[in-house]
């Protein structure tokens, strides 16, 4: 949760508690209020009590303005940890697992649970200071009893939830995993829709309907389970306020103005022990919202043991060849030595890298990319790097490759860039577009060195 720490989100904070201390305000005078008219001086009482109903909206106007903020300022600090954590790693992209188990998260769920936390905690906070603040004045007002009372219910509150924690926590988790797996097939079934093929639309269907029913059930247990705990839980903790509501009113008997209170007061009490009914289901809703949290932390984390998504090499299948010119490697380390004497001493051309399928071409060009860095540029096949221009307008996949790599060639002027890699660049285009990129690509080649993997000639 230290992420969701920032000068937005304790503004926030300050503004709620504000709000929720003027709300107490109107209880306090509504008590004065009936105290002292029967004397007839209650006026400056009532008229304290129709401001404070007036000003309590103004700080919620400042807290959900920092609400806002705070969310925005949250999700900067999570993109940054997704940059500083798994920002240069194509290979990851390579593996279906990896992008099952996090893609989701950075696409949608992270912005999701964030604006959830923030309103979940809004309303939460909001409801425990108006039930902490108003039991205060009435307590400190009427009989210290009732926080005795209040007491009693937290007890009874916490007790079921640590009774219970363990398998919220579990079925919070189902829950979120199930989501994520619905998002995760969504994604399958746009191109699927599209393209209208009914045997795969057919198919889609079918698995996608089995991934939503179980995140349905998975969703309704949890929630079924999470409203039960919180009746249990209620009727245990509001039976001790009850004995002490009743006991005050027979206590007053005597005393008119006290009577008095405690009747105008009974409002609050009802709301204090619906408010109360409402804490119950926040904080049983709160383990899972702080394992939804843990998830995120979790996919945004660095990855461990990141030579498990590196592909294999076959060396012995591989070929290279710059120009006429034959290149031999006996390993990547031996290759990638190669390559920064190259890029040193600014050696340029381009390099062409053949090889049977399976051989490990695409793995080559992820491993140069990662030990490069930012010195190295990846055109990578198959995917939606995001361009300026590209992203913007209806291109055909040969248009598409010719305005990225202008955009390159125009616009990035990073001198430390020095090697240029094209992974199956020519697949799928024909002869026009073929020539017209390798032009471009041999304009590349005269500020930094092309390594390209090609299955044909151009």
């Not at 009577?259 to 409402?278: A, K």
């Not at 062409?352 to 030990?371: A, F, H, Q, W």
Request: charged content about 25%.
């Amino acid at each position: 949760m230290r992420h969701f720490v920032n000068k937005f989100s304790i503004l926030f904070l300050v503004f709620t508690i504000l709000e929720q201390l003027i709300a107490a305000t109107s209880t306090y005078a509504m008590i004065a209020l009936s105290s002292e008219i029967l004397k007839g001086e209650g006026m400056i009482w009532f008229g304290v009590f129709v401001l404070s109903l007036v000003l309590v909206f103004v700080p919620r106007i400042f807290s959900q303005k920092y609400m806002v903020k705070a969310e925005y300022a949250t999700f900067q600090r999570y993109l940054s940890l997704y940059e500083s954590n798994l920002y240069n790693q194509p290979s990851l992209k390579t593996s279906h697992a990896f992008g099952g188990e996090r893609q989701s998260y950075f696409q949608n769920q992270t912005w999701q649970t964030i604006e959830k936390t923030y309103e979940f905690f809004g309303d939460l906070m909001a409801t425990v200071l108006n039930v902490i603040f108003n039991v205060l004045v009435i307590g400190w007002s009427l009989s210290p009893w009732f926080f005795a009372a209040y007491l009693c219910a937290a007890a009874v509150i916490a007790a079921g939830i640590l009774t219970a924690r363990g398998k919220i926590v579990r079925k919070s988790a189902g829950a979120q995993e199930a989501q994520s797996a619905v998002q995760n097939r969504l994604f399958d079934g746009w191109d699927t829709l599209l393209i209208g093929n009914r045997y795969n639309w057919s198919r889609w269907k079918e698995v996608f309907g089995r991934t939503v029913d179980k995140a349905e059930k998975t969703e309704t247990q949890y929630r079924f389970s999470n409203n039960i705990l919180s009746l249990l839980i209620m009727v245990g903790s509001i039976f001790p306020m009850i004995l002490v509501v009743l006991w005050t009113l027979a206590d007053s008997a005597g005393n008119v103005g006290r009577m008095t209170s405690v009747i105008v007061t009974l409002p609050r009490q009802v709301s204090n022990i619906q408010y109360l009914s409402v804490i119950v289901e926040y904080v049983t809703e709160l383990v899972g919202i702080r394992e939804k949290v843990r998830n995120i932390d979790h996919a945004s984390s660095a990855v461990e043991k990141e030579n498990q998504y590196h592909g294999t090499i076959r060396w012995e299948n591989l070929r290279f060849s710059s120009g006429d010119v034959e290149l031999r490697f006996e390993n990547v380390e031996n290759f990638l030595e190669f390559l920064k004497d190259c890029a040193e001493e600014e050696r340029y051309g381009r390099i062409l890298i053949t090889g049977t399928n399976g051989s490990g071409k695409t793995t080559v060009l992820m491993r140069i990319k990662e030990y490069f860095g930012d010195r190295a540029y990846l055109f990578p096949n198959h995917t939606r790097l995001f361009f300026e221009d590209s992203n913007e307008r209806e291109y055909s996949t040969g248009q598409r490759l010719r305005a990225n790599v202008e955009e390159v060639l125009d616009r990035m002027k990073d001198p430390s860039v020095r090697l240029f890699l094209f992974d199956e660049w020519n697949a799928n285009l024909d002869e026009e577009n073929q020539k017209e990129i390798s032009e471009y690509i041999d304009r590349l080649a005269k500020r930094g060195l092309i390594l390209e993997v090609r299955n044909k000639e151009v």
